[in-house]
Each structure stands twice: as C-alpha cells, then as structure tokens.
C-alpha cells in the first residue's frame, strides 16, 4: 500500500535532486521563488547595427533593443496589454478626453545626475516626438501644448481626444529625453545619439562600431534592487549560422530579434541549454498580406481579388514556409489583440474550383497554354522567409491559371519600386500592427496613407469613401466602446472589400540561454529593457 | 648578390614622383564615377532608414533627405563632395553616425591584421607546397598537393568558415565562434593580445585556405616552367645538388609571377573580405562597404571606394619596386 505521503515524499526528493543540478531545469521552472542573482556579463547579439541609439529620434528595431536599457518611457505594457508606471507614477484623462495628466516620479536622475523633471517631458513629447520621430507627428497630431504646474507634473493638452496616443507612451516608441542636453540643438545631429544619458537601468560605456555596445548596470536606477546585471554586451553579428553558432557556444546568450533561420529553430529548440521564446511580439504584431496594386488591371475586378484569396493556402504557406511559426490571418488585426480583434470576419476558404469560377466569370478565360492572366510579384526585401513564400504564391496561383513573375531586389530598390513608383502588380509584406490599429494597420487602408515615398503606407492604392469615413471616426472618438466598435467595423470593411488578402499573423521569436531568468514577456518584451534578468546557477 | 638588389636612388625617386603624378588623374577618375554610378542605384538613405523605423510620414522623409543633404541637386551634392575631398575630408555617415575617414581608420588596422595574416600564412606554404609538387611532379606528393589546392580553390569561403566555427567552436569547443574579442570578460596586457590572437584563428585559416591553393598552382607552374630553362641545365650538369638548384636557381627565378599576385592581392585584401568578415563577425572593411551598399550609405561607400583604390595603387606601386629588386634585368623607368 501506497501512502499519499510516500508519493509526495518521492516526488519532493526528485525535485530536490533535480534542483542539485540546476542547469538542467529550464529557466522557467527555476524562476517560481528563487531569489534574483546579481552581477555578471550578459552578452546579447544585434543585426544590423542601429544607426543611432537614441531609439526616440532614430527608431528600428535593434535601436529599441539597446535604447530601452538606457531611456525609460513614461508607461510600460504588462503582459497582458495593460499600462504599467515606469516615469510616471499615476495619469488621468479628462472627461472630454483632452487632456491627460500624468505625475511623474521624483526620485529619479539622468546618467549625469541632473534630476529628471516634467521640462523633460514636456520637451521630448513637442520637439522631439512630435517633429522629429518617423510617425510622432502622425499619432501625437492632436497634442498642442505640455504644460508643467510643478516638476512632477505634466499636463498635456490635445484639440481633440486622441486614444491612440495611449499605444505610444510606452518606452519602447517614445522616449523621454534629458532637455538640458537636447535643447537648442538638432536633435537629429546631436553626438549624444552615440553616446547617449538616460534615466534607463543601464549606463551607457562605450561603442565599438562593427564590433560591440557595452551597457553598465545603472547604480542609482529608480527601480531599487534592479537591474541585476553587472554589464550588458551587444555584439553585431550579421550573419545569421553564426549567429546561431555564437549562441550555441555559449559566446553570447540573448538575440532578441532575428535570431537564427526559420529552418534551424526546430534544432535549437531541442537543445536543453537554449529557449526560444514567441511571446513578447504582440506588441509590434507583425501582420502578412498580399497587395493588390488597385491602379491596374483586373485588380480593379473585385472578383478577380477575390479568386486569388480562395486560391492562397494560408494554412499550408504557415506550415511549409514558415515553419509553422506563423498562424492564418483572419483579418488585418491580430486575434491576440483581444481589445479590437473582431471574431466574426468574413473569410476566404482554399477553394480552387471556386477560384477558378470567379475567374471565368471576370471574364479572364484560360488560354490554349492554360494561362489566362500574366502578372508580376514583389516579395518584401526584409528577409529570405518572403522570397521563399513569393514561390510559394507563384506556385499557388499557377493552379488558377495565373502565371507570376517574380521581381526580387534588395532592400533600398524594393522600397523605390513599390512605395515611390507603385510598379508592381501584386505585392507581399508585414507591415507592424502596433498596439493600435490606428497606428499600424490604417495606414493599409486609409486614401490619405497612400503617400509617395513613404515606406510601409497604403501601396495598394485603395481610396474607399465608406472605409475613410470609418478609419477618421477612430482617429477622433474618444469613447473606447464606440472606437472599439468602429475598428471591428474597419476590420470588417477590409475583408469584404479586399483590397489586399490577410494572409497571416507571423510569429517573431527570441533565442536565449536556459541560464537566463527574468525574460520581459509584455507585448514588447522582445525591445524590452533587460532590467528584469538575471543569469541563474 | 648584394650589389644586385640595390637601386639606382636617384632613377627611382624620378619613378616615383612620375608615378604620384600619374596617379592624381586616375584616383579622380574614380572618385568621379563613383559618385554618379552609385547613384544609379535605386533607393536613398531616407528611404532605408524609413523602412528600418517601420512606419514613416512624408515630413519626416523630408526631413532626413534635407539633413543627409539629398535634397540638393546632383550637381551641387557633387561640387560639395569635391570640395570636402580636397580638403582630406571623406564626409559624414548618416547611417553611422560618425565622419566617414573615422570610421574606416578604426575597421581598416582589423582588417590589414586578419589579411597580412593570412596572406603571408598563405604564401609561405603556398610556396613550400609549390616546391613540393615542382620537385616531385607527377608522383604522390604532387597529387596530394594538386587535390588539396583543387579543393581549396572550388570551395567557397563561407562554406570554409561554417565548417570550422561548427567543427572546431560549436562541437570541439577549442576556439570562438567569432567577433574578435571575448566580450564576457574584459583581458588586459598580453592576455588581450592572446584573446584577439585566438579569435583569428579560424578565419586566417579560412582564408588562407583558399590563397594556399593559389599559391601552390602558381609556384608548381612557374617552377616547372623554370626547370626547362638552359642554365638550370647548366646548373645540373655543372654537379649542383637537387636542393640548392631548386631553390637557389628555380624558385628565385620562378618568384616574379608570385610577387605579381602577392601586389594584385595585397590591394585588394586590404579592402576586406565581406564573406569572411560576415561570417565570423570581424569588424572590418569588408562588412563596413558591403552594409554601406545594401542602406545606400553613399558617402560611406564613397569612401571605402577611395581609400580601397589608393591602396591598390599604392601596392601596384610597391610591387613594381619590389620586380627591380628581385630581377636586375628589370628597371624602373
């Protein structure tokens, strides 16, 4: 007879033998209750190289990777889309929604040990989100005046409510930035963007470029106790095997972004000394699609866009293509954005036979060579994944009697081709959500997106009356429950119009040692300031 | 012998200051094509940076093309660039946020290291290995050898360097995978110079790799070449041992053709080895003009062009010296 005693007895020895040997537990088994270490090196790896470190003024992603350790923003996402106090300690809006303000932290100093204030706020938000920051002046449109009653206070003001600023206050896209460094400079130009002083856990040490960035742990940090880290090391590495080898060696042990090939993540997947991890990219929300250029024929047919959405396996491009990294679409916004995701979109099932009969009925018959429709495509340059699923469209739309020509380029051609000359026919890219569609996913659909020039706006050149009307209500309701019904209305008008397929909602992944504890899993846990690891056993 | 390698001083500063003259013209040449047929390419700096930000608006496209100095026409961008050239300034990169020549003065010392490395591991066993098959031709030293430098001459340096990070760093774990210091700790002293030595390891060998065979064809043909020739008969019949004739009388006299290649090269290697610098993540010219490309970083890659075609022409230069050195029926003119 077993008694439950001896069970328990049995299994809390295995584990206390398992503990024994720590290495062996994954990180997050490890994580419940045991205390954080402090101290050593962590060495993380970036590709390519930021042009500058200031993710405020020059934003991309391995810019944020390395700013968010050195600049803190006024709010923070937790993990599950919720605000959370980094600068600011409290904020409030008024009822009218046009005027939010915030109360700011009072312990905390810049790298160079002048206190930070609501002067820094209120010159960050105007001169530097507002006209310098690549969509600053698009989300930030309706922010008039900062006004600071007190250093601990700052008070902004907008013409008319603005909900979508609340998806930018986070650290990761705007910055605040130290005023008695910044002002009366360019801020563009300023040599402080190489070297720069923040308010963030980490202090900047120096830049080797080509080579290294090198983070000190900040001693007076706001977040007493935090970070645990002694020093944090960015290397560029470019290529992406040796960037797998560097990780699987042991050299570094954190890629937030891009870290090795969709092909090898199954092989590092199943060593025991390495994770990866999907979760911290809700945030951007990489969202894939299929463009149509609405300037050419038959594209204008919305039969003809509609026998190419029934002719796209989604699930089978996920599968094959992406390794399965990737989930159908089922429209432009993300399912787990559950605050605006609408369910009950109307979708486009892999039908052949159905393909095919909208196409005879758009009048494109099949000639003698069994072709009847001769088009080009142009793959997004970001990455190989997208050149290799351009042969896979090329494949798909061959079963309809459509024969594709693929048009590949590196990455400045590309952007010239299809965002300054619209010369294409079809078009695949991912374009980033962003925690609210108005940031990311308007600019698909909105006739005032279709810009000249303008990487990542409308490029398939839809200009709806019914979709504008929707997409400028969002812009200015301030009701959360009307705004949010108008987005799943946006959603909606998107698939039933179809300018361009959804086709999928990419998972982005970050590759790092078993050894590290304390990963940021928000939804811009991927950019996130490493404040919160530590290097267990 | 002495006497011979000696060079008449006053003939060879006449040379020389022909020479500077000559070279002048044809750097501007370069530097002039350069300008206009990089901006052939499709796409600007603005529009790369844009995309690398992920969203953008007109103004601020706008904005960086006014602060990169792209909204000016082609022709002032041009007399402006001249005229920061003639005053030895290279310009600034946007993308890196640093004067350009400061950029290239901290990747090129990385770069002469891993090269100057290689090649001279190169051209040492490439000559030993060339003697070799020369000396013992058709036999099973030669063939040995000719399979080695087939081989190392088809495969492809990236190929090369994988192989090894996955042999000797990810399996073996004797040496790094890449980058050129260990950046877990900090080394000081020797123990620096032994850290940055261990990080060269495998991709000098790489490299060499693939210049050992070249070397070792090119000595093997011009020995064979040599070993028919008149006095190496005479040499022979005059009782001379195997070995002192084939290193005193055939491998000088077969060392032109080498010395050729070490000047073509040397120019060249100096302006880096993207492949090599990609894959084992050294900071040097390579990597810097191959990123310069793909974000259109026109000033930086403008350059990197200059300064590569000055060492070219610098080493053209040395390796003519060098022929009258070796060769005392050639002189410099």
Redesign the interface.
């Known amino acids: 007879m077993t008694s439950p005693f001896e069970t328990l007895t049995l299994s809390r020895r295995t584990l206390l033998a398992g503990a024994g040997a720590s290495l062996l537990l994954p990180a997050a088994a490890r994580r419940a209750g045991a205390a954080p270490a402090t101290g050593g090196t962590l060495v993380a790896v970036l590709d390519p190289e930021p042009a500058g470190l200031v993710a405020g003024l020059t934003i991309s992603a391995p810019a944020v990777a390395v700013s968010a350790n050195i600049f803190d923003g006024l709010v923070e996402y937790d993990e599950g889309f919720k605000l959370k106090p980094s600068l600011a300690t409290s904020w409030e809006t008024s009822a009218d929604g046009t005027v939010i303000t915030f109360r700011l932290r009072n312990d905390v100093t810049w790298h160079d040990g002048t206190p930070f204030t609501s002067a820094d706020v209120a010159y960050s938000l105007l001169e530097v989100t507002k006209k310098v920051h690549p969509r600053g002046n698009a989300v930030f449109a309706n922010l008039t005046a900062v006004d600071t009653p007190d250093p601990y206070t700052a008070v902004l003001r907008f013409s008319r409510p603005s909900p979508v600023v609340w998806a930018a206050f986070n650290g990761t896209e705007t910055q605040i930035l130290p005023k008695h460094l910044y002002e009366g400079t360019n801020p563009l130009t300023n040599p402080l963007n190489g070297k720069p002083i923040g308010t963030g856990a980490f202090v900047f040490k120096e830049w080797v470029k080509g080579e290294r960035i090198v983070l000190e742990r900040n001693p007076n940090y706001w977040d007493k106790g935090r970070p645990y880290l002694d020093r944090v090391v960015f290397r560029i590495i470019r290529d992406p095997a040796s960037r797998a080898a560097a990780l699987e060696t042991g050299e570094a042990q954190y890629i937030p972004l891009n870290p090795v090939p969709l092909s090898d993540v199954a092989r590092i997947k199943a060593s025991k000394d390495l994770v990866v991890e999907t979760r911290g990219f809700e945030g951007p929300a990489p969202m894939y699609f299929f463009d149509f250029n609405l300037r050419r024929e038959p594209f204008g047919d919305i039969r003809v866009r509609q026998a190419f959405a029934h002719a796209l396996n989604r699930k089978a491009l996920a599968e094959t293509v992406f390794y399965g990294l990737a989930k159908p679409a089922a429209g432009p916004v993300p399912s787990y954005q559950t605050q605006f995701f609408a369910t009950d979109l109307p979708q486009y099932d892999y039908n052949i036979a159905k393909a095919e009969a909208l196409l005879d009925a758009a009048g494109l018959k099949k000639g003698a060579d069994g072709v009847r429709l001769r088009i080009d495509h142009i793959p997004s340059a970001y990455g190989e994944d997208y050149r290799r699923a351009g042969e896979y469209f090329k494949q798909a739309l061959k079963r309809i009697g459509v024969e594709v020509t693929l048009r590949n380029y590196d990455l400045p051609t590309y952007i010239k081709v299809v965002f300054t000359e619209y010369d294409f026919d079809t078009h695949s890219a991912w374009y980033s959500a962003y925690p609210d569609p108005q940031i990311g996913v308007q600019r698909r659909y909105w006739s005032q997106a279709i810009k000249k020039g303008t990487p990542s706006s409308n490029a398939s050149g839809i200009a709806d009356p019914e979709i504008d009307a929707v997409i400028e209500r969002i812009q200015t309701e301030g009701n959360v429950e009307k705004r949010n019904a108008d987005i799943r209305e946006l959603q909606r008008l998107a698939q039933v119009k179809l300018p361009s397929v959804n086709l999928l909602e990419l998972t982005f992944y970050r590759a790092y040692s078993a050894k590290l504890s304390g990963i940021d899993l928000a939804p811009f846990g991927g950019y996130q300031s490493l404040k919160t690891v530590w290097v267990g056993a | 012998m002495a006497r011979a390698l000696q060079l008449p001083e006053g003939r060879v500063l006449r040379y020389l200051g022909l020479r500077v003259v000559q070279v002048v013209p044809t750097i501007l040449a370069i530097v002039v094509l350069n300008f206009f047929f990089l901006r052939l390419?499709?796409?600007?700096l603005a529009?790369?940076?844009?995309?690398?930000?992920?969203?953008?608006?007109?103004?601020?496209?706008a904005?960086l093309r006014q602060?990169f100095g792209l909204d000016e026409p082609l022709a002032i961008q041009f007399f402006k660039y001249m005229g920061q050239l003639f005053q030895l300034n290279l310009g600034y990169s946007?993308?890196?946020?640093?004067p350009v020549l400061d950029?290239i003065l901290?990747?090129a010392p990385n770069t002469a290291l891993l090269m100057l490395s290689s090649l001279v591991l190169a051209v040492a066993l490439g000559i030993l290995f060339g003697a070799i098959s020369a000396q013992w031709r058709g036999r099973w030293p030669d063939g040995v050898l000719s399979a080695f430098s087939t081989i190392g001459f088809a495969t492809p340096l990236?190929w090369v360097g994988?192989m090894l990070?996955?042999l000797f760093?990810?399996e073996l774990?004797w040496l790094?995978?890449?980058?050129?210091r260990d950046?877990?700790?900090v080394h000081t002293g020797l123990a620096a110079v032994g850290d940055v030595a261990l990080h060269m390891v495998l991709p000098v060998l790489s490299l060499a790799f693939f210049y050992i065979a070249i070397y070792t064809r090119l000595t093997r043909s011009a020995m064979l070449e040599v070993q028919e020739l008149d006095f190496v008969r005479t040499a022979r019949a005059k009782g001379i041992a195997p070995l002192p004739i084939a290193v005193r009388h055939v491998l000088r006299n077969a060392l032109l053709p080498i010395v050729t290649m070490t000047g073509l090269q040397l120019g060249t290697l100096l302006s880096g080895s993207v492949v090599i610098e990609?894959?084992?993540?050294w900071?040097?010219m390579g990597?810097?003009a191959f990123?310069a490309v793909?974000?259109?970083d026109i000033n930086l890659l403008l350059g990197v062009l200059f300064f590569s075609s000055f060492l070219v022409i610098v080493s053209n230069l040395a390796t003519d010296l060098v022929y009258a050195l070796l060769d005392p029926r050639i002189d410099v003119r």
């Open positions: 390419a499709p796409g600007d529009e790369v940076m844009a995309g690398e930000a992920g969203s953008a608006t007109p103004e601020y496209m904005m602060q946007f993308r890196n946020s640093m950029l901290t990747r990236f994988l990070i996955v760093s990810v774990r790094p995978a890449g980058g050129m950046l877990q700790q990609t894959v084992f993540a900071p040097g990597r810097l990123d793909f974000q259109r």
